[in-house]
């Protein structure tokens, strides 16, 4: 694809939601982000490009950000002039996948943790737009780089996304992204809760932080978990008496 195609697919795709609805879903937005791929792949033939863009405005859904994965790969396909049949097989193949890794990785990991980082410089004192440009930087870091990765990816690997996808940097960062939110959400409590300390207080209170925020994780053990709740509590006491 030429790279001003490639442009036009991914300024497009940040309305991929603009015609949502109940019958199609985002399908007639995955078609408004492919047409300027199949204008180039169906060039001189009308026929063929109003056939290819009422099938792609069906039914078809993802999480926003990785739509650009399917049309990416989709352009790959109709460029490589992939059957029907393959193609709609490779729709339906995608649309679970993309919507659960999208909703695991943005929605339940790396929102919540650009919302706390916001909350976590305001409870530490900062001020309030200092805490709304962290997190828009944040938040929108990851939404800006997944639409242009994806739309890479999927260009370069057409049917081949799946493994792309598998050996993606994805699951790391939303492991990351959920460790990190817990040590702010521990940090962001304790500092509520002990208010602002001085000198050696402020060291009980970092314990006191880090123990909160990692007793949150799911997969800490028992006897790890008494012991971070010991700290919390010991670092939230010196903290008021220090």
Request: proline share 3%.
């Amino acid at each position: 694809m030429r790279a001003g195609v490639r442009r036009s697919m991914l300024l497009r795709s940040f309305a991929v939601q603009g015609s949502w609805n109940y019958r199609t879903l985002i399908g007639t937005g995955l078609a408004f982000v492919l047409a300027p791929a199949l204008r180039e792949v169906h060039a001189g033939d009308p026929a063929a490009l109003a056939a290819a863009t009422g099938r792609h405005a069906e039914l078809f859904n993802s999480h926003p950000y990785l739509a650009t994965v399917a049309a990416g790969a989709l352009a790959r396909l109709e460029a490589d002039g992939a059957p029907r049949e393959t193609v709609e097989r490779f729709k339906a193949a995608l649309r679970g996948s993309l919507g659960t890794l999208g909703d695991r990785l943005v929605w339940a990991a790396w929102r919540p943790a650009c919302a706390l980082l916001g909350v976590a410089l305001l409870a530490a004192g900062a001020a309030w737009w200092v805490g709304l440009a962290a997190f828009l930087l944040a938040h929108n870091a990851l939404h800006l780089w997944l639409r242009v990765w994806g739309l890479r990816v999927g260009l370069r690997d057409g049917l081949a996304v799946a493994r792309a996808l598998r050996e993606s940097p994805l699951q790391r960062l939303g492991e990351g992204a959920s460790a990190a939110g817990a040590a702010l959400a521990g940090f962001a409590a304790v500092v509520l809760a002990a208010g602002p300390a001085e000198g050696p207080g402020q060291l009980a209170l970092a314990a006191g932080a880090v123990g909160a925020g990692l007793l949150m994780k799911t997969h800490v053990r028992t006897a790890i978990a008494a012991a971070l709740l010991a700290t919390t509590v010991a670092g939230i006491l010196l903290a008021r008496t220090l």
